[in-house]
């Protein structure tokens, strides 16, 4: 039986960027610990299947279809929400994007494009959240996903490296402003996992070599691994937990 600290039942978790990677994980973990899931996404297809592959495991599954870096799109899905009568409770703002390529090659429409989608839009979607959180007085959890270049740069992914920099003092303001609501905002730096995203840097002999060499670990990270951290940031056992990040990368940021 699981501890009731850790126990989401009666919960409701949207998820962004939830209908592959990190972010299907995630919601999956949600909803095993017994959350009600939004699933988003900007392709339909994609994430209809995504929900009803989380609905044959016998999940409560929503979709929101919005793109998390249009404000009006972002307004309008928590306005469809509402008249639902679905209350977001726990927010995890996973969707993001890379860009490999070297600061003096790149343009500003590409940085532009990065920022928005791994920074601008975790304050675009936890505003409307943190909205409606505080007009309900019961609290809430709004989870933003980091990076290990939440810490540490490295070559070709300037503006990831800002943005999920950014990442961390947002987290960091949101707790200034909302922890006396009894929202608790927190963040997870995943280190190097398995996903689709880095298909082709593990394909790479000398990236994924360097990976491993350079991970305590020794090896990639696996997507469900970020379940544990995100059901304790999503639930009761993390109320005084604020304003931290979380780092699930076996121990490459521990070490020299």
Known sequence: MSHPLFDLSGRTALVTGSSRGL?????????????RIVVNGVDPERLAH???????????????AFDVTDEAAVCDAFAR????????DILVNNAGIQLRKPLVDLSLAEWDQVLRT??????????????????????????????????????????????????????RAMTAEWAAHGIQANAIGPGYMATEMNTALIQNPDFDGWVKSRTPARRWGLP??????????????????NGQILYVDGGMLAVL
């Not at 299907?24 to 095993?32: D, F, V, Y």
């Not at 995504?50 to 929101?64: D, F, N, S």
């Not at 469900?224 to 304790?232: D, H, K, R, S, V």
């Open 81 to 88: 929400l509402d008249a639902a009568g679905i209350a977001v």
């Open 118 to 171: 791994n920074l601008t839009s975790a304050f675009l979607v936890g505003r409307e959240a943190a909205r409606r959180m505080i007009a309900r007085q019961r609290g809430g959890k709004i989870i933003n996903i980091g990076s290990l270049t939440s810490e540490a740069a490295r070559a070709t992914v300037a503006p990831y490296t800002a943005a999920k920099g950014g990442i961390k003092m947002l987290t």
């Open 50 to 64: 995504g929900a009803e592959a989380l609905r044959a495991k016998g999940h409560a599954v929503e979709t929101a």
């Open 224 to 241: 469900n691994e970020l379940a544990g951290t995100a059901i304790f940031l999503a639930s009761a056992a993390s109320d005084y937990v």
């Open 23 to 35: 972010g299907r994980a995630i919601a999956e973990a949600l909803a095993e610990a017994g959350a």
